[in-house]
């Protein structure tokens, strides 16, 4: 079951991406205890030259890591056709215990690579290694978390059975299924839509007021969090629906599928580059006053917090042609 | 000006062929002035003037430049110092075949991203006050070696570094070539450059262009001199 490409291709990333974190552990807690700008010794040399190296096989590993979400995702929804009563990449992900958890943690594993490598660009804009020890003290926090999502989508492929009868989507996400996504999918449309406008444009009107004064940048890493819950909430609520001209199908993953156009990519890529750099604005504020990176920190900040904006505006757009163009009424008048 | 702590270069460290070429240096380079190297072949002084200038980091010890350490500067930040900074003239010249005189001399401005036309400007006046006006479109492996040779220095001279270094730059001249080059470089000086050479040539070394002498040999600085009647 695992020689499809698309898996090779996950589980190899996810090999190379744990092997080269685990060797660099031993250099970081190198770096981390013995650091010292001030010293001209060999050993001192040779951790600024290994430290240049090191980030530089980091930025891989955790770019890797942003692009593997996307694969996982689309590989889950195209292997669907091998499971008998799954219809998406939900029937997938429910072959075994470990599908959705692997999600779980491959998405969390987005947002903590994502700031991650907000914090080593911020460190290498500034020529004395300002953010050295916190960012590898970061990239110690990380190992367990991206160890952990390798390990379970080792054991989601592997435990990957085609004689399994698994659930479709409407089972899960349905109004009938007790747990938070029936609070969701029974939530009433027009209260969604509004708290989904809402959040959309405060998280954008504040990334857009930070860019402009560099002002309440931890609020924007906030209203970006909030946003991405509610968006997806609202895709639950009444974004599927429309999408599917449906009133009871409320499954996230079939908007992925070519039958619906792809419109989830273009949903969830605006929505989760908009989200991390929201969180990497403020991942970076707590460094705005270190003397080196006192003119760095608001330019990246503002880039990314105009990014964020663009990119929520960009949420909202689509989410609205979607209502706008879809045969399904919810809301009269 | 430049400053020099405990610079220690391994070569091939822990390796069978391991080679110590520069054993703890301390050195003070005072600005404006003209400093020589002086030792025979593998005594360490293009080693040296190689780590000053940037284009390669020590094994140990620091490096400071107007007070501020260079040699910990992550890559991005050495290569703006390098490019700021220092003018190189190479023992070979390092001239790029198949492009003219004026074309070798503008491609270390090229990165800054200046205005082109400007720039062509200043090269051709640069070439000029090195009497190369007439050879300026002249690719330059056609040039004689004098003439290759300042087509170098103007190459040097291209981003106004305020130093200016040169290893063995008499080492393919004959006499009057490298009297015309000392010449070019007292011009140099005189406009308040830092100049940095290397050379086991007594001509230039014991010239009066030269302020300070600094002998080296097996990778360490065994003498220091002011020669009388230098210019400082």
């Given at each position: 079951?695992?020689?499809?490409?698309?898996?090779?291709?996950?589980?190899?990333?996810?090999?190379?991406?744990?092997?080269?974190?685990?060797?660099?552990?031993?250099?970081?807690?190198?770096?981390?205890?013995?650091?010292?700008?001030?010293?001209?010794?060999?050993?001192?040399l040779?951790?600024?030259?290994?430290?240049?190296l090191?980030?530089?096989?980091?930025?891989?590993?955790f770019?890797?890591?942003?692009?593997?979400?996307?694969?996982?995702?689309?590989?889950?929804d195209?292997?669907?056709?091998?499971?008998?009563?799954?219809?998406?990449?939900?029937?997938?992900?429910?072959?075994?215990?470990?599908?959705?958890?692997?999600?779980?943690?491959?998405?969390?594993?987005?947002?903590?690579?994502?700031?991650?490598?907000?914090?080593n660009?911020?460190?290498?804009?500034?020529?004395?290694y300002?953010?050295?020890?916190?960012?590898?003290?970061?990239?110690?926090?990380?190992?367990?978390?991206?160890?952990?999502?390798?390990l379970?989508?080792w054991?989601?492929?592997?435990?990957?059975?085609a004689?399994?009868i698994?659930?479709?989507?409407?089972s899960l996400?349905?109004?009938?299924?007790?747990?938070?996504?029936?609070?969701?999918t029974?939530?009433?449309?027009?209260?969604?839509?509004?708290?989904?406008?809402?959040?959309?444009?405060?998280?954008?009107?504040?990334?857009l007021?930070?860019?402009?004064?560099?002002?309440?940048?931890?609020?924007?890493?906030l209203?970006?969090?909030?946003?991405?819950?509610?968006?997806?909430?609202?895709?639950?609520?009444?974004?599927?629906l429309?999408?599917?001209?449906?009133?009871?199908?409320?499954?996230?993953?079939?908007?992925?599928?070519?039958?619906?156009?792809?419109?989830?990519y273009?949903?969830?890529?605006p929505?989760?580059?908009?989200?991390a750099?929201?969180?990497g604005?403020?991942?970076?504020?707590?460094?705005?006053?270190?003397?080196?990176?006192?003119?760095v920190?608001p330019?990246?900040?503002g880039?990314?917090?105009?990014?964020?904006?663009?990119?929520?505006?960009?949420?909202?757009?689509?989410?609205?042609?979607?209502?706008?163009?879809?045969?399904?009424?919810?809301?009269?008048? | 000006?430049?400053?020099?702590?405990?610079?220690?270069?391994?070569?091939?460290?822990?390796?069978?062929?391991?080679?110590?070429a520069?054993?703890?240096?301390?050195?003070?380079?005072?600005?404006?002035?003209?400093?020589?190297?002086?030792g025979?072949?593998?005594?360490?002084?293009?080693?040296?003037?190689?780590?000053?200038?940037c284009?390669?980091?020590?094994?140990?010890?620091?490096?400071?430049?107007?007070?501020?350490?260079?040699?910990?500067?992550?890559?991005r930040?050495?290569?703006?110092?390098?490019?700021?900074t220092?003018?190189?003239?190479?023992?070979?010249?390092?001239?790029?075949?198949?492009?003219?005189?004026?074309?070798?001399?503008?491609?270390?401005?090229?990165?800054?991203?200046?205005?082109?036309?400007?720039?062509?400007?200043?090269a051709?006046?640069?070439?000029?006050?090195?009497?190369?006006?007439?050879?300026?479109?002249?690719?330059?492996?056609?040039?004689?070696?004098?003439?290759?040779?300042?087509?170098?220095?103007?190459?040097?001279?291209?981003?106004?570094?305020?130093?200016?270094?040169?290893?063995?730059?008499?080492?393919?001249?004959?006499?009057?070539?490298?009297m015309?080059?000392?010449?070019?470089?007292?011009?140099?000086?005189?406009?308040?450059?830092?100049?940095?050479?290397?050379?086991?040539?007594?001509?230039?070394?014991?010239?009066?262009?030269?302020?300070?002498?600094?002998?080296?040999?097996?990778g360490?600085i065994?003498?220091?001199?002011?020669?009388?009647?230098?210019?400082?």
């Amino acid at each position: 079951m695992i020689f499809q490409p698309a898996i090779i291709a996950l589980l190899l990333s996810s090999l190379v991406c744990s092997g080269l974190l685990l060797a660099a552990t031993p250099l970081a807690i190198d770096l981390i205890r013995h650091w010292d700008l001030g010293s001209g010794s060999e050993r001192q040399l040779l951790r600024e030259r290994r430290t240049y190296l090191l980030s530089t096989l980091l930025a891989f590993v955790f770019g890797t890591q942003l692009v593997a979400l996307l694969l996982f995702v689309f590989n889950a929804d195209r292997m669907a056709s091998l499971f008998v009563g799954a219809m998406c990449a939900v029937g997938t992900l429910q072959v075994n215990a470990f599908g959705f958890p692997a999600l779980l943690a491959q998405i969390l594993v987005f947002f903590l690579a994502a700031v991650w490598l907000v914090i080593n660009h911020v460190d290498t804009r500034a020529p004395d290694y300002p953010l050295l020890r916190i960012k590898y003290v970061l990239l110690l926090c990380l190992l367990p978390v991206l160890l952990a999502a390798s390990l379970l989508q080792w054991r989601f492929f592997l435990a990957l059975k085609a004689d399994v009868i698994t659930s479709c989507c409407g089972s899960l996400f349905s109004d009938a299924t007790p747990g938070v996504t029936a609070e969701l999918t029974a939530a009433p449309p027009l209260p969604m839509m509004l708290a989904f406008y809402l959040s959309l444009a405060l998280a954008s009107g504040c990334a857009l007021l930070h860019r402009r004064w560099q002002r309440a940048g931890y609020l924007v890493a906030l209203l970006s969090a909030a946003a991405f819950a509610v968006t997806m909430a609202a895709v639950l609520a009444f974004i599927s629906l429309h999408v599917y001209e449906h009133p009871h199908h409320h499954c996230p993953f079939c908007v992925l599928k070519p039958d619906y156009s792809y419109q989830g990519y273009a949903l969830y890529g605006p929505l989760f580059i908009g989200t991390a750099a929201g969180l990497g604005v403020g991942a970076v504020q707590a460094f705005a006053s270190v003397p080196s990176l006192r003119s760095v920190v608001p330019a990246v900040a503002g880039k990314l917090a105009g990014l964020a904006a663009s990119m929520f505006l960009v949420v909202a757009v689509v989410a609205s042609l979607i209502v706008i163009n879809s045969r399904l009424l919810l809301l009269e008048n | 000006m430049i400053e020099l702590r405990q610079i220690h270069k391994t070569f091939n460290a822990g390796r069978e062929n391991e080679f110590r070429a520069l054993n703890g240096i301390d050195l003070h380079l005072p600005a404006e002035r003209v400093t020589a190297l002086r030792g025979p072949s593998g005594s360490g002084k293009t080693t040296l003037l190689s780590i000053i200038g940037c284009l390669a980091r020590p094994t140990s010890g620091r490096v400071r430049l107007h007070e501020r350490d260079i040699s910990g500067l992550p890559e991005r930040f050495l290569t703006e110092i390098r490019r700021c900074t220092f003018g190189f003239v190479f023992q070979q010249f390092n001239l790029i075949s198949g492009l003219s005189a004026s074309e070798n001399v503008m491609l270390p401005a090229y990165p800054l991203g200046g205005d082109r036309r400007a720039l062509l400007a200043r090269a051709e006046q640069l070439l000029a006050g090195l009497r190369l006006a007439h050879r300026r479109t002249t690719r330059v492996e056609l040039l004689s070696g004098g003439e290759q040779q300042r087509v170098a220095i103007a190459r040097a001279l291209i981003n106004e570094p305020p130093v200016i270094i040169a290893d063995e730059p008499t080492a393919n001249l004959d006499t009057a070539l490298a009297m015309e080059f000392m010449a070019i470089i007292e011009e140099l000086a005189h406009t308040g450059r830092t100049v940095l050479l290397s050379s086991h040539d007594p001509l230039l070394v014991e010239s009066s262009l030269v302020d300070r002498v600094i002998d080296m040999r097996d990778g360490r600085i065994v003498a220091t001199a002011e020669p009388a009647g230098s210019g400082g």
